[in-house]
């Protein structure tokens, strides 16, 4: 009998031509005790929920067996992009180990036991970590690599593109070949799985057409168990088969396409084969393929949030028992006489015997960090004040509560500091003392890493000023962007634009304009009309060390990429505590124009989706430039806004156009004044100019304020000094009422603490609740206009003082 090692093992490739009988023993031995434990850890894990040591749970139980077969394909160098079943893929590639599950299941805290989130997801949601904790890269292609799960459905398709994108450019662009550390060649292939039900989404079409498109080896596998939780595949996929209504994006005779495979997912070696087969011509031929895996089961419904007898009929539940995935594959290796029923036995002994260790260890780690916590906890509430009961209760309670979390501990801590305001003592001030590391340290655990935060923040790297010539002439906006985007491809060959209208003409504004004829079609890329999927692409390049500018054609199409930013982007630092980043800057031109659909500055939809993006809203193209050269040199995901209205604007040309930088948070006076405080950004500060002329002869002085970026905002508080001077404040912009006007208020009033110095009711002038009628009077009825900035503070100033201001109307 074949001894199997009592540690987490990796699958091997079966290469049957090289292979003796006792070696393939070997590994269909392995497989089959990795798919056991995988399972063991399912059902134990379903358990942990149910006995309520856990919140929440779902697994991959069912799906064991083909993602064995998946595993074989993958190597070092290579992505996955997947979802929430894939973790006996994740155990048989060894980027997740059966003990790392159940510290993600029990959400520990700490990345030593749980490396892919530290506690912050969901089990099942699997990353491995693609940077040291200075920021740095690791060396990727040393990496079995897997980009950071997200729960919501199809929403890694999109990324998925990228990565699979990367490999393109690898392979295609010699001047990448430096990057020993990110590829060899492009040979690395982007995995993906999804569930069937969740190809109905429609990033998943965008997906699929753009790979289809750019020709990239992205290899997606479908996991079909017929449902989507309770909804069967009559109400997802239009004939019940994705393959099958796919066959029109095949490859033939000269026309470029996909490869798409079916196979069943109880069948082991078929599924070994079809796996072998699809990737090898994904991998040397760099075209997509589709792997169906078909008759998949969900032995334990779903999730631990129901159960599947509500909605499977009897014949399906005994199907599923029968054509479980383990059991065919257990059938399998005694009819193929590979394995004894004896053999097969000992090995789920064994299994379980592990699993249950694996479980116990990952237990009694979490508890234990805890565990200290709660000791020295009860031991100084006890302390504050020996006699008093409802001390001691609070102290008591927390002793006896066998399992508690850090939250029972700290509120019991809490309650004790409030019932004791009026009784200083030195036992109290020790627990206030503790409480307030244990604050701190609880920051770091649970709250910190919203950014990468590492050597290259654009925080950290060094600035450089403006600087012109005597002689430097002045040009349209358009041209100084141009001048800027062509310094910085010229000085880094990671650096890579692209989106609708990008390539060929440039951009529809001509920022790009002459750089596909001077850098080539692989870094300055036309794209079809997919907002989602330029994003996604953007995110993948970024997280396989390339420089992506990811345009967005106008800002009001930003909702088509919303959820990819808000979902994926905007939470990779934080949902791996800093283990993956992804420097993507997403560059795009709004606020007004014409029309509904292109003057749009839906600021407060963005402040409320993106925190994890800096948001930068450069008032022209200087500042623009500006911004791009500090973000092009560090290393967090931006979203720049140009001002639609400016490209044609005159400005000077910098002498140094690809090099001087604009720092984030930092806000700048425009306008000295003595009156009202204006703040305001992006295209609105034109209009406020002109109105500080008029005001000016009206016998009122406004300061005006640019924050220029949002996210941050205003780190040197130049809006609070400002306050200190006029005592009166105004928040201009072009989006609805309450929108991002609210959150500038809400910065200068509550965070810097302007409330103190205002001594009159602070006021938004904002854009209409609807967004604008096309046309010029449409525009001027609906966004804030130079006459209604000039009334809107001349009324604050009648509010003021009446008889100096007499009333206009
Ligand atoms: C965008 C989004 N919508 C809905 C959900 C809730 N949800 C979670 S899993 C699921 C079903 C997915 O089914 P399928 O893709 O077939 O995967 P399976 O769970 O069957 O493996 C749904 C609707 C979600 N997570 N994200
Ligand atoms: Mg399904």
Wanted: aromatic fraction near 10%; proline fraction near 4%; include cysteine.
């Amino acid at each position: 009998m074949l001894m199997m090692p009592n540690v987490n093992l990796t699958t091997n490739p079966i290469d049957a031509s090289e292979l003796s009988f006792d070696d393939f023993k070997t590994i269909v031995f392995q497989d089959y005790k990795i798919a056991v434990e995988s399972r063991q850890a399912s059902l134990l894990g379903r358990k942990e929920v149910l006995s309520g040591k856990a919140k929440f749970g779902i697994f991959g139980d069912g799906k064991e067996v083909p993602q064995i077969a998946m595993a074989k394909a993958f190597k070092k160098g290579d992505w996955r992009s997947g979802y929430y079943r894939d973790q006996t893929f994740a155990f048989a590639t060894g980027i997740s180990t059966i003990k790392e599950f159940f510290a993600q299941l029990y959400a520990n805290p700490d990345l030593e036991a749980d490396p892919a989130s530290g506690g912050r997801q969901m089990n099942c949601h699997f990353a491995t970590r693609s940077i040291n904790e200075d920021g740095s890269w690791k060396n990727l292609t040393e990496i079995k690599n897997c980009s950071a799960d997200i729960a919501p459905t199809g929403g890694q398709m999109a990324r998925l593109v990228g990565l699979a994108y990367a490999s393109k450019l690898f392979r295609q662009n010699p001047e990448l070949d430096y990057l020993k550390n990110f590829s060899v060649h492009g040979n690395e292939v982007a995995f993906g799985t999804i569930g069937n039900a969740s190809t109905s989404e429609g990033v998943f079409f965008e997906a699929i057409n753009a790979a289809g498109v750019l020709q990239i080896p992205m290899a997606i596998s479908v996991w079909d168990d017929a449902y989507g939780i309770s909804v069967p595949a009559k109400y997802q996929t239009t004939k019940e088969d994705i393959s099958e209504i796919l066959k029109g994006f095949q490859r033939n005779d000269g026309q470029p396409g996909y490869e798409i495979y079916k196979v069943k997912g109880w069948d082991y070696p078929g599924l070994c084969e079809t796996y072998q087969k699809a990737i090898d011509v994904c991998r040397t031929e760099h075209v997509p393929v589709m792997i169906h895996v078909t008759e998949v089961t969900q032995p334990q419904g779903h999730s631990t949030s129901g159960s599947h007898e509500r909605y499977k009929d009897k014949p399906r539940l005994e199907w599923e028992k029968e054509y479980d995935c383990i059991l065919q594959m257990r059938k399998w290796m005694i009819e193929s006489a590979i394995a004894t029923e004896e053999e097969i036995t000992a090995i789920e002994d064994d299994a379980k015997a592990f699993v249950r260790q694996a479980q116990k260890e990952a237990w009694s780690e979490f508890l234990g960090s805890i565990k200290g916590e709660k000791e020295q906890a009860v031991a100084m509430i006890k302390a504050v004040s020996d006699n008093d009961p409802a001390i001691q209760k609070i102290a008591a309670q927390l002793a006896s509560t066998p399992d508690a979390l850090r939250r029972e501990v700290l509120s019991s801590a809490r309650k004790a500091l409030r019932l004791t305001i009026n009784q200083p003592s030195d036992a109290r001030q020790t627990l206030a003392e503790w409480y307030e590391t244990q604050r701190q340290v609880n920051v770091e655990r649970y709250n910190s890493k919203l950014f990468t935060d590492g050597n290259e923040s654009p925080f950290r790297v060094s600035q450089t000023p403006i600087s012109y010539l005597d002689n430097s002439k002045m040009v349209d906006g358009r041209e100084l962007l141009n001048a800027c985007f062509d310094a910085n491809f010229a000085r880094d060959p990671r650096l890579v634009a692209f989106g609708e209208d990008l390539g060929n003409i440039g951009d529809v504004n001509q920022g790009f304009a002459g750089l596909q004829a001077k850098y080539g079609e692989l870094r300055v890329t036309d794209t079809g009309i997919r907002e989602m999927t330029i994003v996604g692409q953007g995110i993948g390049l970024a997280m396989r060390g390339l420089r992506p500018i990811a345009e967005i054609q106008y800002l009001d199409y930003l909702l088509f990429a919303l959820n990819i930013l808000s979902d994926d982007l905007a939470t990779l630092s934080y949902r791996t505590k800093a283990g993956q980043k992804a420097p993507v800057i997403v560059r795009t031109r709004g606020h007004r124009l014409e029309g509904v659909w292109h003057s749009g500055s839906p600021i407060g939809m963005i402040l409320g989706s993106l925190r994890g993006l800096h948001i930068c809203v450069p008032r022209n193209m200087t500042q623009a430039a500006g911004m791009y050269n500090l973000l092009f040199r560090s290393d967090e995901p931006a979203l720049v806004i140009e001002c639609l209205n400016g490209y044609r604007l005159k400005e000077k040309l910098p002498e140094n156009v690809g090099e001087y930088t604009v720092p984030l948070g930092k806000a700048e006076i425009l306008r000295e004044g003595t009156d009202v405080t204006v703040v305001s950004y992006g295209s609105t500060l034109r209009i406020i100019e002109e109105a500080a002329e008029e005001l000016q002869n009206l016998g009122i002085s406004i300061e005006v304020i640019d924050p220029q970026t949002l996210l941050p905002f205003d780190i040197d508080q130049l809006c609070l000094e400002s306050l200190k001077k006029t005592n009166k404040l105004l928040v201009v912009d072009e989006d609805v009422p309450g929108g991002g006007s609210a959150y500038l208020l809400q910065q200068i009033v509550e965070v810097q603490k302007g409330y103190f110095y205002l001594d009159a009711q602070p006021r938004t002038l904002s854009a209409k609740a609807h967004r604008p009628p096309y046309g010029s009077d449409g525009d001027y009825f609906s966004k804030p206009s130079a006459d209604d900035v000039v009334e809107t503070i001349y009324q604050m100033m009648h509010e003021y003082n009446a008889s100096k201001y007499p009333a206009i109307f």
